[in-house]
């Protein structure tokens, strides 16, 4: 069965610092792969989603980039986090763009 | 306009209402539709998953889609407290590097005892 694992769970960064956020898939290939992040509140804003190695499609202009180095690990980075980055990251993953499935998310504060 | 709109809520019912869960979309390139479940501080969990207009039950949920209206809906019967979380409504539609998936803002649903 698939699996997904995304880490850390929570995170406390100083404002300046670098971000990296990791996601790996089990179980299947060539997945669809997305980062989305959740604001206290609100709803999920989609912020990139691949799908293949080396392939990103942005949706919002930002600090965060993301990168695709195997067809199952999906990264989010920063090199300068700010107080708005904070929130609640989750990655998902999808085959021929059908129902997605969710890790369980990194909570982010930038203090 | 949003792609996606949902009512915030939050929606209070008691135990054992049929809760009626609603999105409505423009666009009209959306071809899957899904509702997922999402409690405090986790990941959402997928709850129905549809294509084609009408509806799908899967034990007391119930998944509609009206794609003329460009409405969907959750029904949800006997509602339990544990039924107490956000539900969120999700679509897909192709783009040019594949597809991509649309949320609305969630609805939060309590169900008190």
């Known amino acids: 069965s698939q699996t997904i694992h995304q880490w850390p769970a929570t995170l406390v960064q100083p404002v300046g610092s670098p971000l990296s956020l990791e996601c790996t898939v089990e179980g299947t290939s060539n997945p669809n792969l997305y980062w989305y992040r959740q604001a206290a509140g609100r709803g999920l804003q989609l912020l990139f989603y691949s799908v293949g190695i080396g392939q990103i499609s942005s949706e919002v202009p930002q600090n965060l980039s993301a990168s695709r180095p195997q067809d199952r690990q999906f990264i989010l980075s920063s090199k300068k986090l700010l107080l708005s980055d904070s929130g609640f990251y989750l990655c998902?993953?999808?085959?021929?763009?059908?129902?997605?499935?969710f890790g369980q998310g990194t909570r982010l504060t930038v203090v | 306009q949003k792609e996606v709109e949902q009512d915030p809520g939050p929606l209070s019912v008691p135990e054992g209402a049929i809760v009626s869960l609603n999105c409505t979309y423009s666009n009209s390139a959306f071809q899957y539709f899904m509702w997922y479940r999402q409690y405090s501080r986790k990941g959402p969990e997928l709850l129905m998953y549809t294509y084609s207009s009408g509806n799908k039950e899967d034990g007391r949920f119930t998944a509609q889609v009206d794609k003329s209206s460009k409405y969907i809906s959750l029904f949800i019967r006997d509602s339990q407290p544990s039924d107490s979380a956000t539900y969120l409504c999700?679509?897909?539609?192709?783009?040019?590097?594949?597809?991509?998936?649309?949320f609305g803002a969630g609805t939060i649903l309590r169900v008190k005892s």
């Open positions: 998902a993953w999808s085959v021929m763009g059908s129902e997605a499935f």
């Open positions: 999700a679509m897909s539609v192709w783009v040019e590097y594949g597809n991509k998936l649309v």
